[in-house]
T-cell receptor, first 112, second 113 residues
Framework: GENVEQHPSTLSVQEGDSAVIKCTYSDSASNYFPWYKQELGKRPQLIIDIRSNVGEKKDQRIAVTLNKTAKHFSLHITETQPEDSAVYFC???????????FGTGTRLQVTL | NAGVTQTPKFRILKIGQSMTLQCTQDMNHNYMYWYRQDPGMGLKLIYYSVGAGITDKGEVPNGYNVSRSTTEDFPLRLELAAPSQTSVYFCASSGQTDKNGYTFGSGTRLTVV
């Protein structure tokens, strides 16, 4: 099955700086890679996703890049704000049932 | 359109008790999933279903059972609760394969004492 590794486990940046979270996956058949943001005590919320036929996708301050050859993908947040503080999860999807395998999460802290 | 609704939000069980976590979606999604999230950890798949009458085990199915009698409902049954089942449980649903990300329910926080 799929195995998704995520780094770093914690990340602290100053407001306005950029944050980068990296994930690797094991199953070369994986074809969809979403990123979720989870605030304390809340449900995970999809913030951006990328499919295997695309190398990069951007949505305002958030971007995701995918390197299929190396089997890794990254989340980039620019001009970070305090409200970006949360736990971020990457995931990979394989198989006909769209099963998501999650990374272990990155706790992002944006300090003033 | 309520999305994915989970009940209850919180529950305390004694060791050996049983309970059912309810999950309902109104988006006519075929795929539904149950995940558990232990403190400070990622989400692990317990069971999933690709349609009414079809269920399959995920990564951590031991101690749980599911059923899918309708498209809308996907209850998770805990038999003989154990402290290791203390966790937050999320139900999720998805439309066509790879078309959209999951829609998660608000979660059920379960403590087994």
């Amino acid at each position: 099955g799929e195995n998704v590794e995520q780094h770093p486990s914690t990340l602290s940046v100053q407001e306005g700086d950029s944050a980068v979270i990296k994930c690797t996956y094991s199953d070369s058949a994986s074809n969809y890679f979403p990123w979720y943001k989870q605030e304390l005590g809340k449900r995970p919320q999809l913030i951006i996703d990328i499919r295997s036929n695309v190398g990069e996708k951007k949505d305002q301050r958030i971007a995701v890049t995918l390197n299929k050859t190396a089997k890794h993908f990254s989340l980039h947040i620019t001009e970070t704000q305090p409200e970006d503080s949360a736990v971020y999860f990457c995931a990979g999807v394989t198989g006909t049932a769209s099963k998501l395998t999650f990374g272990t999460g990155t706790r992002l802290q944006v300090t003033l | 359109n309520a999305g994915v609704t989970q009940t209850p939000k919180f529950r305390i069980l004694k060791i050996g008790q049983s309970m059912t976590l309810q999950c309902t979606q109104d988006m006519n999604h075929n795929y539904m999933y149950w995940y558990r999230q232990d403190p400070g950890m990622g989400l692990k798949l317990i069971y999933y279903s690709v349609g009414a009458g079809i269920t399959d085990k995920g990564e951590v199915p031991n101690g749980y059972n599911v059923s899918r009698s309708t498209t809308e409902d996907f209850p998770l049954r805990l038999e003989l609760a154990a402290p290791s089942q203390t966790s937050v449980y999320f139900c999720a649903s998805s439309g066509q394969t790879d078309k959209n990300g999951y829609t998660f329910g608000s979660g059920t926080r379960l403590t087994v004492v």
